[in-house]
């Protein structure tokens, strides 16, 4: 990549310290500046607190398995900026990317915006580029944060999906689950279906509420349309859609991974009302879809396995399906960031270890080693704080030898930089 690249580039992850800024005006200007291009593809639009990253996945697996042109938009990335948006599976080129920065710069800098722009806005807005130019067909668009304001709040899509609601970003959402409720309902267009993972019921109240006023059909899952979680093991789960009188086995661990894919399924069959998708690809598309770093298997001796979470309600998920992880002694390493309750999580999770190393990823976001380790040691107190995940893991190794687990968690941040030290570990 030639240096002025590498500067654009830098240039727009500097822009991620300005921080968040929501509203739709700016990003509106900025996709009219390019020539609307979110216009030229159908979409489908994901909002959540849990899951909505694996429900996007499956559901763009799906739209390949039936023979579209797919873009898959999530955020953030693991290890690489261009795994935020992929066509049919693959990342854009450096080369591409480069010259989509550089207009960026150009465009942002031109005076014409009531307010700078932000990271998050150019990404989306390159991303939408990027699928237009790819002639993608069909996309699944994940929001960034809330719903109403976030700046993927631009499309017109073919149905709207919403995944398990909890407490998270009372700063920008609101502080309590009605009102982020409402922020992420807020994707709900008039006349577009919805189709519901299990919610709360102030939230399942809100999300009624906004379909009827919109005139917007919801299904809910557990209500409307049904699954069965039916056996589960260290390569996958099976589960049983009701919808498609079927059972499916899924390539991914979690009896929770069993909701989103009967939600990706039902999304599929609400879709599949304007295009054409065979009932074999929602099959297919689901037997074969991947969502790294969520109870992610990377290694078997140890067994090392990494898992994004970050809340309360995804440690409590994720506890229950510890038991399908073999291995003795069982080590944690965890790396939060500090607008995330470390507490509640450690609740669920610590006392299921034998051993939890705290670390912190190089995110200026994080909990520091210490900050981490005064959340753990309340649940387990054979906790210490390591700096850095790489040296993190190295520790956990120790102690793990060859028939233990450690079990990666917390931010995707830490998980980013734990698959990059084992991927360096095992060599190009």
Known sequence: MSLASRNDLEWLYSLESTGIKLGLSNVRLLLKVLGDPQ???????????????????????????????????????????????????????????AKYVSEMREIASSGRFPRPLTFFEITTALAFLHFSDSKVEEAMVEVGMG??????????????????????????????????????????????PVICSPQPSEAMRVISWMSDSKGASAKFLGRDFQAECLARDLDGTTVRLDSLKAEVRLGMLGRYQCHNAAVAAEMALEVGKSISIPRDSVLEGLSTARWP?????????????????????????????????????????????????????MAHL???????????????????????????????????????????????????????????????????????????????
């Open 39 to 97: 216009d030229r593809f159908g979409a489908v639009h994901v909002a959540g607190s849990n899951g909505k990253g694996s429900v996007s996945a499956m559901g763009a697996s799906i739209l390949r398995s039936a023979g579209y042109r797919t873009g898959l938009y999530t955020s953030p990335h693991l290890v690489r900026f261009t795994e935020r948006m992929t066509v049919n599976g693959k990342e854009m080129s450096e080369g591409r990317l």
């Open 147 to 192: 719903g109403r304001l976030d700046a993927t709040n631009v499309i017109r899509p073919r149905c709207c999906v919403i995944t398990p609601i909890s407490v998270e970003h009372t700063a920008y959402l609101g502080d309590t689950l009605s009102k982020i409720a409402y922020e992420k309902a807020s994707i709900i267009k008039e006349g577009v």
């Open 293 to 345: 770093g969520r109870l992610d298997v990377v290694r078997r001796s140890p067994l090392i396995v990494l898992d994004v979470t970050h809340t309360p309600d995804g440690a409590r998920a994720v506890a229950s399906e510890l038991d399908v992880l073999p291995g003795s002694p069982r080590v944690m390493v965890i790396g939060m960031l500090r607008d995330k309750d470390a507490r509640g999580a």
């Open 350 to 428: 610590a006392p299921l270890f034998h051993h939890v190393v705290c670390t912190s990823s190089s995110s200026p976001r994080a909990l520091t080693p210490e900050e981490m380790l005064d959340a753990a040691l309340q649940h387990n107190s054979e906790s210490q704080a390591v700096e850095g995940v790489g040296k993190a893991i190295k520790v956990a190794e120790g102690i793990a030898g060859k028939n233990g687990l450690i079990f990666v968690s917390g931010s995707l941040y830490t998980i980013g930089e734990a698959m990059q030290y084992l991927e360096g570990k095992r060599g190009p």
